[in-house]
């Protein structure tokens, strides 16, 4: 089957369902495809909801290179290692503590999808016809016990250095979550250019919508193979296949088996997270709060709050992990959260390069395949600006900022 000047979007998560918009918005006869429905079979689903316009600078760091070992689960962090997944770790890692030496090159990379996000979203949202949907109130972070306000402090600074504002919490909403975790000491910072979103899931349907509205059809089907057949793609869905003029992949922590025999290295890593959702319990304030001593963020949706955290390195289809929902839950309770001791909980992997920079740009050798992978935490907060520069590169238009250095070749 010939889909005549057709694109086809692999993966329909926020990233590749806001790629769908994006082109078909633009007038191209999209095919979306997915094995689940859009937002349900990755980790957009279980996404924090938080619009982290904040987070500018890569994780790696020469600071984390000396200290991971405190962040580890077995210690009471939210990293976890298992020792079976060391071999294919251990290179991963090596190209994550490489990348610690270009952290402020890489911030240059990276900040220019980040901190715009909010608004971008915002843009986006309104003009599909969704505005209710996103959340402009910033978001928190507080620092409770001991050394509460030199925290505080610290984090403003280094916020400053990288021109993302801050302002002291109120002193109210300080004393409510000090109260609530029967803390001696507590402090916090308001970052006021963040966001968050009542429900991640209805953000990727609402862009699929939008897509759909404008021409884009959906096609539930797994895509095992893209090769160049003539002037096109052949894109291969189990039995069946389909030849399109382009290709688009955004298939999360599965994109490197689609890109690899392609001629990209793709160090890309499943690191999964985990979430709990609190029922009908009303937030502290309307914003996510991040919990910096836990390394959770709490965050108000629809109808819930949802906690998250963890850093899991391992396979999407691995078993999840009981302990981490439940030290989850008994976090909660000490924070002062009405959290009973089980209930549902739900992981998923997201799909991290090893610099946490995103990968955007095109296959080697010329043949019209596209990718937009690697989001790592930030899946939401650059879907939008990633979908733009997507656009502007199967237009052949100049894109709105520099991403050469968020090409794969890098590796």
């Known amino acids: 089957m010939h889909e005549q000047g057709s694109v086809a979007v692999v993966g329909a998560g926020v990233i590749g369902a806001a790629v769908a918009y994006a082109l078909a918005r633009e007038g191209r006869n999209v095919l979306l495809f997915d094995r689940a429905e859009p937002g349900t079979g990755g980790a957009s689903y279980g996404n924090a909801g938080h619009i982290a316009a904040e987070l500018s600078v ?16 077995a210690w009471g962090g939210a990293l976890d290692i298992p020792l079976s997944q060391l071999p ?120 699929a919508a939008g897509a759909i509205a404008r021409g884009a059809l959906f096609r539930r089907a797994e895509v095992n193979a893209l090769q160049p057949k003539g002037s096109g793609i052949e894109v291969t869905a189990g039995e069946q296949s389909v030849v399109v003029a382009s290709a688009v992949v955004c298939a999360g922590v599965w994109s490197a088996a689609l890109l690899t025999p392609l001629g990209l290295s ?20 309307d914003a996510p709060i991040v919990y910096g001593n836990d390394d959770i963020i ?30 989850l839950r008994k976090r909660l309770r000490a924070l002062g959260y009405g959290c009973g001791l089980d209930g549902p909980s739900w992981v998923g992997p997201r799909p991290v390069l ?34 733009e520069l997507i656009a502007d590169l199967l237009a052949q238009r100049q894109p709105r900022q520099p991403i050469a250095a968020l090409d794969l070749s890098r590796f």
């Open 58 to 73: 890569p994780m790696p760091s020469l600071q984390l290179l000396c200290t991971f070992w405190r962040e580890l689960f």
């Open 88 to 207: 294919s770790f251990i290179p991963w890692a090596l190209r994550f503590a490489a990348a610690a030496f270009r952290r402020r090159e890489n911030t240059a990379h990276l900040a220019p999808l980040v901190k715009p996000a909010t608004a971008t979203l915002e843009r986006w949202l309104k003009e599909i016809g969704s505005p209710q949907l996103l959340r402009r109130n910033g978001h928190y972070e507080i620092w409770l016990h001991g050394r509460a306000q030199q925290h505080a402090r610290a984090q403003a600074l280094a916020m400053q250095k990288v021109d993302v504002p801050t302002v002291p919490a109120p002193a109210e909403l300080v004393e409510a979550a000090r109260l609530a975790a029967g803390a001696a000491n507590a402090s916090g910072l308001w970052f006021p250019d963040s966001g968050h979103v009542l429900d991640p899931l209805e953000i990727v349907r609402t862009f």
């Open 266 to 285: 793709v160090p890309l890593a499943s690191v999964r997270g985990y979430h709990i959702e609190l029922p009908q319990q009303l937030p502290l304030i």
């Open 298 to 327: 709490v965050t108000p949706m629809a109808g819930r709050l949802r906690a998250s955290s963890y850093m899991e390195f391992l396979p999407p289809g691995a078993p999840s992990d009981p302990r981490k929902p439940a030290r």
């Open 354 to 387: 090893a610099d946490y920079l995103p990968g955007i740009g095109r296959a080697p050798g010329g043949a019209p395949i596209f990718y937009a992978i690697g989001h790592q935490h930030l899946g939401l907060t650059m879907a939008a600006g990633t979908a």
